[in-house]
């Protein structure tokens, strides 16, 4: 059976174009092909210029050759080719056009790690083309991304995952066009679940990407039930910040804006010490306090917070699919935090327009 055609996909998934490219590199007119309208977005969200000049060129005149890319004294750039005598033989290239795009780990993973609600750092596991790129909820359950062209060595990194991790995972991919059944039966064996990007990330209007439903349905299985320990730590962790913010407002890298900047926003020490225009080292101080305060690592504290917002989603969800769907009479409309009519910002610095919403198409 040959692979999807990606030139068949609807607009909003393309991503069956990287199951197309070895190496996950290739020249810009390859890609632009290939992801048809959704080549600009998807260039800006996960691919980046390799910094490395093409030494081949597949014919564009379509011969079926690539050329040899050749440097002439004049610095200009071209290839030559013979196949059509009514056209002159030397093509002339520039270099953005014989400069490869790449796909980027950090960018990829970095995306879907927001939008999939993650904690964690990513992590190499030093098979091809496979990261973990993330945790999900307060059970640290891996979330690992793996690109593969060929569908043999996408078995190979299942079996392997499943043989080293010896836990329950998520694994993401392009498509499920590899996960064929003795894949399905690895995976059933380890009780991890596969989520094809293809049906789960949608490349929505404004082109971000978005989930076709909040990580805390898809994931569900995955999330620990809350139990009464859950309330009693989550009174705590509030308790506590109140107590953060008691430290004073006022100081460089006030505690409590580091908790927010760190444990909420999930920035990393670099990028607080920028936004808080300050010392790295200021910043280790405050979250060695931070650690101390709540007797917790800045890990457990991001795992604990980001299981809180995915469930407060979740929630808002549902009162999205409510309102869609036309709020009762006996009920008052209901407006979220950012959503009524000239609403500023919301915590996560969307405005309302740019709000995902759940129920779209
Ligand atoms: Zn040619």
Redesign the pocket.
């Known amino acids: 059976m040959p692979p999807p055609s990606p030139l068949n996909s609807p607009l909003s998934t393309k991503w069956a174009v990287l199951e197309t490219i070895p190496g996950l590199i290739a020249l810009p007119g390859v890609w632009r092909q290939r992801f048809g309208e959704a080549f600009e977005p998807m260039k800006d969200l996960i691919l980046q210029e390799s910094p490395h000049l093409a030494q081949l060129l597949p ?9 040899d890319i050749i440097c002439r004294p004049d610095a200009s750039l071209i ?6 005598p009514n056209q002159p033989r030397d ?1 002339l290239l520039s270099r953005a056009e014989i400069t490869p795009w790449e796909v980027s780990w950090t960018k990829l993973s970095r995306a879907l790690f927001e939008i999939l609600a993650l904690h964690g750092k990513p992590a190499p596991l030093l098979l091809p083309n496979t990261l973990q790129i993330g945790a999900w909820s307060a059970g640290g359950v891996p979330v690992i991304l793996t690109v593969q062209v060929c569908g043999a060595t996408f078995r190979r990194v299942v079996a392997e995952l499943v043989a080293r991790l010896q836990r329950r995972f998520i694994l993401l991919a392009p498509t499920s066009y590899h996960c064929n059944a003795p894949c399905q039966e690895l995976l059933a064996h380890a009780r991890a679940d596969f989520f094809p990007l293809e049906t789960t990330v949608l490349l929505s209007d404004n082109r971000r990407l978005r989930t076709t439903r909040p990580p805390g349905e898809l994931f569900a299985p995955f999330t620990p039930p809350r139990s009464e320990t859950d309330e009693a730590e989550a009174a705590r962790v509030f308790r506590l910040f109140g107590e953060l913010l008691g430290m004073g407002t006022d100081l460089v890298a006030p505690p409590a804006r580091v908790f927010d900047l760190m444990v909420l926003r999930q920035m990393t020490k670099a990028e607080t010490a920028l936004e808080c225009k300050c010392a790295a080292s200021s910043i280790t101080k405050r979250v060695a306090l931070i650690e101390r305060h709540y007797a917790m690592s800045i890990e457990r504290l991001r795992a604990f917070a980001s299981d809180l917002k995915e469930r407060q989603r979740t929630v808002k969800g549902d009162r999205y699919a409510r309102k869609q769907q036309g709020a009762a009479p006996e009920e008052p409309e209901q407006y979220d935090e950012g959503d009524r009519p000239g609403g500023t910002e919301d915590g996560d610095g969307y405005l309302p327009e740019e709000r995902q919403s759940w129920t779209g198409s």
Not at 59 to 67: D, N, W
Not at 79 to 84: E, F, K, L, S, W
Request: proline residues 6%.
């Open positions: 014919c564009p005149r379509g011969c079926g050759l690539a050329h290839a030559t080719c013979g196949a059509d093509i």
